[in-house]
Structures are given as structure tokens and as C-alpha cells.
């Protein structure tokens, strides 16, 4: 997506070869109208997938996956990643390692909000190494719905996570996927 991919090279900053600052549009202060382009990019390329609710995990997915819900006009669902205290009983948990905070999390799902047979478009804003969706998925097919669709707004195509989503057979996209950075380059893949 190349509104996308300019807005990177503008302000992104590599902060290593593997961690991407995108926190003037994206992880801290949001564009929302960019936000909006990207929700209805997912849902022209997830149209033909009979996605039934759109999926996330919180916070920096919260953005573009509450714009393409409403443009897809799907329900949308928030994966917990903080302890809480009134989500206690009842609820879906999964172990994932956060490849940002290096060390791992609890993400956490109430089944009552995944209908039996629902297909879920899960958006996120970062695949690497596919952790977070992989909890994410597990907790979806727990709550008894399928994944139908992967959507990362920034894929970094050179680490494992792209590869492994689509050796197990999910439908993924990613409207920007970099395949090498470092300090002063970004580059894309073609
Ligand atoms: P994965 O589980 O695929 O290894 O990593 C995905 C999660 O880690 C995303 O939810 C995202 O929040 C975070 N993440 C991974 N890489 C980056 C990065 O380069 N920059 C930022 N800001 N977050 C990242």
C-alpha cells in the first residue's frame, strides 16, 4: 500500500535491523484518516473470505481493526494482553512471547464475544515472528470460531512469523512487508 509504505520512509524509524518506531502515526499518536485507508484496504482484500467479525489484540491493533470493522460493518473484539480484575472468570487464556518486551504475556479472550462458526479477520499492527497471532489463533478456535484471514498493517518479511501463518495455511496480507532495515534504510519488498 503505497499511502503506507511513503508514510514510512517519512517517519519511521528503524531502531535496530528488527524493531520499527512507527509511534508518530501508528503505536502512540494515530492518523486516523491513514487508519481509515488501511481498514478499507484489509476489507477489499479479506471481501471474499465471508469474514463474520474482525479481531485484534490491544493497543496498537485497536486502530486500523476498529476502521476496517466499520467499513466491513462486522463486529470488532479486543484481545486483552493486561491482567484484569473483572476479567476473571469465564475467560479464554493463552501464553504468547512478545518479541518488543521480550518476555511473555497472557492474552486473553471472553468466549462469549466469538459465535460458534464465526470467521475471523484478525488484524494486528506488526506481524515478526507470528507469536501474537498464533496465541490469538488458538484462542479463536478455542472460543469455537475459524480464522479466515491474518492482516498485519507492517510485516517484516524477514523474520519467521509470515512464513509460518501461511505454511499453516492462513490467508495472510500485509499492506507494507519489509524485508531488510536498518540505521537511515527501509526496504520494501516488491
Ligand atoms: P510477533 O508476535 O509477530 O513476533 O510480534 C507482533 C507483535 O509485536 C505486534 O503485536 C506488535 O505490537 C509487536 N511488534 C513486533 N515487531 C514490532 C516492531 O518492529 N515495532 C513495533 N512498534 N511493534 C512490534
Known sequence: MKLLEDRILKEAKALS????????????????????????????????????????IEASG??????????????????KKQPSLVLKN?????????????????LTLKPEFIAQ?????????FLANGEAALGAARLIEQAGGTVAGVGAVICKSFMPGLRR??????????????????AGEIVFED
Open 17 to 56: 535491523d528488527e524493531v520499527l518506531l512507527v509511534d508518530m502515526f501508528l503505536n502512540h499518536q494515530v492518523d486516523c484518516e491513514l487508519m481509515y485507508e488501511i481498514g478499507g484496504e484489509f476489507s477489499r482484500l479479506f471481501a471474499r473470505d465471508g469474514i463474520s467479525r474482525v479481531v485484534t
Open 117 to 125: 462458526g464465526d470467521r475471523v479477520l484478525l488484524i494486528d499492527d
Open 62 to 79: 485497536i486502530a486500523p481493526a476498529a476502521m476496517c470493522a466499520l467499513i466491513m460493518k462486522k463486529p470488532l473484539v479486543i484481545l
Open 165 to 182: 501463518l501461511k505454511d499453516m495455511g492462513f490467508h495472510v496480507e500485509a499492506l507494507a512487508s519489509i524485508k531488510r532495515m536498518g
Open 90 to 106: 469465564g475467560i479464554l487464556q493463552t501464553e504468547v512471547f512478545s518479541f518488543t518486551k521480550q518476555k511473555s504475556y497472557m
